[in-house]
């Protein structure tokens, strides 16, 4: 399917380098190129050998038919289907300066391109079907990655591995009900069929897989959107000398005055192999100060909806009744909490984290200051959420949060078909539970999905993407 308009981006960041990437796009790229392109061999751009790099003048052409040269660079032709959109496509390079860019940019609008809209280039390739969407959004996963787990979890999501993976339950699930439709269809006929008992095992099946490829979303979630974590305690335990310590770089102000830091603050960090999306609270404590008690106020909303929760404790000094308080508010949160007690590096470390062990599952002790004891709370976090048995490079592994709702869905919709069977309902009752089971399916890697949520997916790409 080739799109009717051509489109044109410059591909590589805008900035001076050595050289720039211009891609273009649609059914007249070549015809397109061909009159901003003139080969060195003298011959036309579209007689040249295709995804082959040919050297040439790139210029601008004039109304009354003249050429006026603004480069030179290389222009490669790659014809539909073979090309990344699927249509045809030329990738002009020229110099990397940003006015060469943008007039060899302009030579091609001027020529007959449009400009293209963000992620248009992975947009048409989806639409094309030389990629599924949670492969599309692997690709933008790779272009953010800042992890080298990131970087691997997109790569390898970019093979189309969970498209395979639920392509092959839909397949199994399309075989399962077919066979109930012949049944329904030709009654009268002899027509190998599955019995009840094996359609349940079936649909179990599909369950089990199913099942599995939800839990995956623990580690994809883990590792590429990263852990909402929050940091609490009471002021002065160091609650900002770790956020800053995680983070890498003096983020929140430390001091020694209580009550320093009144806002949530946020930024992503990385602990081990996971990522986490840190913030950083107001100390907990009861206080007169308007600001702070909004602060405060802010520190507990931030702690309802957290999905790790750092609670700090000073090491050095005995606990406190503020302490025992937060130890109370704590016991009635369903996130998983990690005791942090900081300041091992102080002598009187050994104090109270025998204290802090008998109360709390999770206990680590460590010193924001010289950053002792990181190392644990890397490998604790890591044991907490990360599937040890999961290869980023070989399983399917659902990374955000779109796949994720789409896989439940399928999962409830084909537990409620074995159900179903199981009850001993009309078997095309299950039927229909299933083929919701299907178009789940098929939403989650993108071919169920409306129009306006694959716009709202690939505008997230940037332009020249
Ligand atoms: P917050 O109020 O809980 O955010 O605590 P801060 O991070 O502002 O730290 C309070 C004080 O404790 C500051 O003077 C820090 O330098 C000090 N501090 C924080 N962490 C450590 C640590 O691990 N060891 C020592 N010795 N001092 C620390």
Do not use: W
Not at 204 to 224: F, K, N, P
Not at 321 to 338: F, G, K, M, S, Y
Not at 360 to 385: N, P, R, W, Y
């Amino acid at each position: 399917m080739m799109q009717e308009e051509t489109i044109a981006a410059v591909s590589t960041p805008r900035g001076k380098g050595g050289v720039a990437l211009l891609r273009i796009s649609g059914q007249d790229a070549v015809r397109i190129c061909g009159r901003v392109f003139r080969p060195k061999s003298g011959k036309k751009l579209e007689e040249q050998p295709v995804r082959t790099a040919v050297f040439g003048t790139i210029g601008m052409p004039e109304p009354d038919g003249g050429f006026t040269p603004v480069d030179e660079g290389l222009a490669t032709v790659f014809c539909a289907p073979a090309s990344f959109t699927g249509e045809d496509t030329v990738e002009l390079c020229c110099h990397g300066g940003i006015l060469v860019t943008e007039t060899v940019l302009a030579a091609v609008l001027s020529a007959g391109a449009r400009p293209a809209e963000a992620g248009e280039f992975t947009k048409r390739a989806f639409l094309n079907g030389k990629l599924g969407l949670s492969a599309a959004e692997a690709l933008a996963d790779l272009l953010e990655a800042q992890t080298r787990e990131q970087l691997a979890l997109a790569h390898h999501g970019m093979q189309g591995t969970t498209g395979e993976k639920c392509n092959a339950i839909y397949e199994r699930l399309r075989h399962l009900l077919a066979s109930v439709y012949v049944r329904i269809d030709y009654p009268d006929e002899d027509l190998a069929e599955l019995s009840e008992k094996e359609l349940e095992q079936g649909f179990s099946e599909c369950a089990r897989s199913l099942r599995e490829l939800v839990a995956t979303y623990r580690t994809g979630h883990a590792v590429a959107e990263g852990i909402r974590t929050v940091l609490c305690g009471k002021p002065n335990v160091g609650k900002s000398s770790l956020y800053n310590r995680l983070v890498g770089r003096d983020a929140a102000i430390v001091t020694e005055m209580e009550g320093t830091t009144r806002d949530v603050l946020c930024e992503t960090a990385t602990l081990g192999r996971v990522t986490l999306r840190l913030f950083d609270t107001a100390g907990l404590r009861a206080t007169d100060d308007a600001v702070e008690k909004i602060g405060v106020l802010r520190a507990r909303e931030a702690i309802e909806g957290a999905e790790l929760i750092l609670a700090v404790f000073d090491g050095s000094a005995m606990p406190t009744e503020e302490d025992a308080a937060l130890i109370r508010e704590l016991q009635a949160q369903t996130a998983p909490v990690i005791a942090v007690v900081n300041k091992s590096d102080l002598a009187e470390r050994k104090g109270s984290f025998p204290y802090y062990q008998s109360i709390f599952e999770h206990t680590v002790s460590c010193s924001a200051k010289d950053g002792t004891g990181i190392g644990s709370l890397a490998a604790l976090t890591e044991q907490m959420f990360l599937d040890g048995k999961l290869d980023f490079r070989e399983d399917a592994i659902l990374t955000n949060a779109r796949q994720y709702a789409a896989a439940q869905r399928a999962l409830e919709q084909t537990e409620r078909a074995v159900r179903a069977l199981h009850e001993g309902l009309p078997v095309d009752l299950c039927c229909r539970d299933a083929e919701e089971a299907m178009q789940s399916l098929s939403e989650l890697d993108g071919r169920g999905v409306s129009e306006e949520l694959v716009s709202e997916i690939f505008s997230h790409f940037c332009v020249g993407k």
